[in-house]
């Protein structure tokens, strides 16, 4: 049989898949993906949509962990003075109610007991990025502000509900809870058993001053209590923290692995590609220009 | 009787003959590197030997003509693998288009997406800041105008395959006429016993073109070639040509109409016609009315959990995204609806630090659509889809460009000029004239020399 003259098609179609084997290998050295387009791996690239999303998510999950943390730990420590607030009014409770006190005495203690209500009062008004913290979901108002109607003399307009802020795609934490519920809660009231001391002090009536300081300690108990939320959030939030981390890691080594090249491998296919490109290119120069008239002597 | 004269005429048609295989080498070499051209070889056959009672004289050669060396039935094959190779390009093209639309770049719908649901996570820990209201709102606008970037780019692709389904087809009609014309000249040719030759090969090397613009049948008659598109509407008869149609459809596309006036759009296969077509009346369609019905159903899903909640302003929450009323023209068409950032209803009990409505929101993008996958995976399912489709075209165009290169290599085997085979040729035909040209000169000298006999007058 005839055997094909030119070698010209299989030459350029060898020089053709060589330079695309040679661009390929390039590609994916100069990128350091093995996934460039869809039709590189289809699979991958649907996958990938996925772990774009999921790697933003947990991006953002762990911002929301910094800023509520802060915010946490912010309130916390506001319950904190609180606590010592009330702590020390209880000593001065018990000290007004032991029947050795003149009304001057009294009128002093009073005064003092007023200014742990005012400085409970500015804890319980605590905001946090122009947040306040203990009103509620209503945290653009004031939380508590004097009003001489009041029992306490202050009233409050948060509202009850509370937030929980998404940490995890089926996670969220409860990281507030209303004044309502901490200050002025009917069965504990903080401000109300203050205020009340205060009026016992100032009318010198010693076992007035003695339950008022009851209700206090009272209500002393119930916000060290209620600050069991704010620490239960606190380490919460920094497991998820721990996890996400965990999970950014596992979604980054999933997306070199559905994407990524492996740069040993591409740079041996790179290398690879270049020798076979060469020695297309040399064995056409060396094949393409033999001819029978290379042989035969010019006519003279 | 033979004398010197026979002796001198077989030189002479030697000497013809001889030249004729030279025109024909000379002539090969030529046309070494000429598309469709087909090697020709000299056909010699030895005269009528000559009976002179006791002596038989031989007659010499003579050159019947030319012989063309092609191999139809290769040809065939040709044009179909023709056929299909530029079909499968065509689309290949068009889907490396497509598919940079659904490449990840940081403004695909994928990006975008991850950065709405990131911005509603984060309205999540702050939900009374402005700047991640703002940010909700942007990356809201983003994410629609990454579906209508997607949306515009697939109809941008639809319309240029729309356009080259207008040029092929006027393509193909200049290309049938020329054929038609060509037929007529070989039948002619062939009627009164000569090589098609050159004419054959252009007709082949036509035939060849049309098969790349659109698949095509070829049956040979007396009357010459018969050209069908695959569906058989007739292309060339003979030396007569019939023209191919377009006209606008009802779906503002191009259709393509036989001569007899019949929309044979949806039965055209192959060459970039058919490629042309596939990719704008099934891929490009079928890609439009997935993206569609994901913006649609996406859109109407997050304004029914914008309607649960409350705006900062403690307003119920109004609609977030506008969408065209059904589903086309969906994803080209939706937007934002809103431009205020403190009307993304954030809370679910009226007051604006609530961040009760946020999981609502989100979920709308986590939450199975009525068509049964989460606006992600819906469109991860897409990238997959345009991904395998710009795949599977490219992987089969490289198989059928094989097969393409073994069947020209066999082609070329049978009809392809060789320098080498053509300059032996040229050795062996310069000897023979050499010879030829040689017995001229010895019988003329013999007939010197007869002359001479007798004589002392040296002629």
Known sequence: ?????????????????SQAALNVALQQVATGKSVNVPSDNPAASANMVANTIETGQVDQYTQNVTTTLSSVQTADSALGSVVSSLTQAVSLGTEGANGTNNSSDLQALAQQVQGILTSVVADANTSYQGSYLFAGTASTTV???????????????GNNDTNSVAVGDHLSVQVSLPGSQIFSNSSADVLGSLSSLVSALQSGNT???????????????????????????????NSQETYLQQETVSLTSQATSLTGADEAQAATALSQAETDNSAVMAAAAKVLPDTLLSYLAIPS | MGGLNTSLLIGMQALEATQGALNATSNNIANANTTGYTREVVQLSENPMTDSGNEITGGGVSMDGLQSIRDELLNLQIQK?????????TQSSSLQQIQSYFTSNGEDIASE??????????????????????????SGQNLARSFNTTAQGLMSSQSEADGQVTQTVAQINSLTKQIAQLNGEVSQLTASGQNGGTIEDQ???LVQQLSSLTGISVTQSDGGETITTANGSALVMGSQSFSLQTTTGSDGMKHVLDSNGNDITS???????????????????????????????????????????YDSNGKAGQDFFTVPAGTAGSAAGISVAISDPSLIAASSDGSAGSNGNVANLSAALTTALPSGQTPAATYS????QVGTDASNASTQSTAIAQNLLQLTNQQSSASGVSIDEETTNLIRFQTAYEAAARIVSTIQQLSTVTLDMGSTQSY
């Open chain 2, 81 to 89: 693998q023709t056929s299909l190779q530029s079909s499968v390009d």
């Open chain 1, 143 to 157: 939380p508590y502000t004097a009003d001489s109607s009041s029992a306490s003399g202050y009233t409050y307009n």
């Open chain 2, 267 to 309: 039965s055209i296969q192959g060459g970039q016609l058919g490629g042309a077509i596939q990719i704008r009346d099934q891929v490009v369609p079928g890609l439009l009315s997935q993206l569609n019905t994901l913006a649609s159903q996406f859109a109407t899903a997050f304004n029914a959990a914008q309607a649960q909640g």
């Open chain 2, 113 to 138: 997406l991850t950065a709405f649901s990131s911005s509603l996570t984060q309205l999540s820990a702050t939900p009374s800041n402005a700047a991640a209201q703002q940010s909700v709102l942007v």
């Open chain 2, 381 to 384: 399912s897409m990238v997959f």
């Open chain 1, 207 to 237: 076992s007035d001053i003695s339950s008022a300081t009851n209700a206090i300690s009272n209500a002393l108990n119930y916000v060290s209590q209620q600050r069991v939320t704010y620490g239960n959030a606190e380490s919460q939030l």
């Open chain 2, 203 to 205: 007709r082949d090397a």
């Open chain 1, 1 to 17: 049989m005839r055997v094909n003259p030119s070698m010209v098609p299989d030459i350029l179609a060898d020089m053709q898949q």
